[in-house]
């Protein structure tokens, strides 16, 4: 089971940027996913989550109109539209497997791909 | 929605025990049996520890072990050693399909 993220990098206040996370080692299309995000020294927040077809999607009030979370299970890969990025988004993001069926915790993390929002 | 209150710190000996507190509202921890716990070593990808409160995936050791009491969700580690020294974070269901991380607890094994 891997989850590999990728599309990071360093983008200037009110940019866009676009993650990518490519699963293998599992039945992607089966599980919930999620991204969680930690800024420079500080802990982990949930970002956004979306159901194993793609038909539901979560957002924290934070990222709530600015981010969007789809999947293309064809290709087995997740994504993460950011838009209108602000400073306080800096932070490394992870996806993350839910456990089981359900939505309740987090099974397998990527490493993480880290995004700078700086002038 | 604030997150999780965690200790920023905790310490123990090798062979010891420690136990890291979580501390959240009747809108997380105490509405859902939804708790679990992550340990992330430097520089690394966040582990998936505990899950629904006592539960310990495949490959967990059991002196891992967690625990509720209203509000308050709590991990014991006990037989300490070396390799436990991390970061500790706390996540509980807070409904409408969202989690929310405490704010971590840094395990220093003296």
């Known amino acids: 089971v891997q989850v590999v993220e990728s599309g990071g990098g360093l983008v200037q206040p009110g940019g866009s940027l676009r993650l990518s996370c490519a699963a293998s080692g599992f039945t992607f299309s089966i599980y919930a996913i999620s991204w969680v995000r930690q800024a420079p020294g500080k802990g982990l927040e949930w970002v956004s989550a979306i159901s194993s077809s793609g038909g539901n999607t979560y957002y924290a009030d934070s990222v709530k109109g600015r981010f969007t979370i789809s999947r293309d299970n064809s290709r087995n890969t997740l994504y993460l539209q950011m838009d209108s990025l602000r400073a306080e988004d800096t932070a490394i993001y992870y996806c993350a497997k839910y456990y089981s069926s359900g939505w309740y915790s987090l099974e397998k993390w990527g490493q993480g791909t880290q995004v700078t929002v700086s002038s | ?110």
Not at chain 2, 5 to 15: A, D, H, M, N
Not at chain 2, 36 to 52: C, L
Not at chain 2, 60 to 70: H, L, M
Not at chain 2, 77 to 86: F, K, R
Request: glycine share 12%; hydrophobic share 25%; charged share 15%.
């Open chain 2, 1 to 110: 929605q604030s997150a999780l209150t965690q200790p920023r710190s905790v310490s123990g000996s090798p062979g010891q025990s420690v136990t890291i507190s979580c501390t959240g509202t009747s809108s997380d921890i105490g509405g859902f049996n939804y708790v679990s716990w992550y340990q992330q070593h430097p520089g690394q990808a966040p582990k998936f520890m505990i899950y629904d409160v006592t539960k310990r995936p495949s490959g967990v050791p059991d002196r891992f072990s967690g625990s509720k009491s209203g509000n308050t969700a709590s991990l014991t580690i006990s037989g300490l050693q070396a390799e436990d020294e991390a970061d500790y974070y706390c996540c509980s269901y807070a409904g409408r399909y969202t989690l929310i991380f405490g704010g971590g607890t840094k395990l220093t094994v003296l």
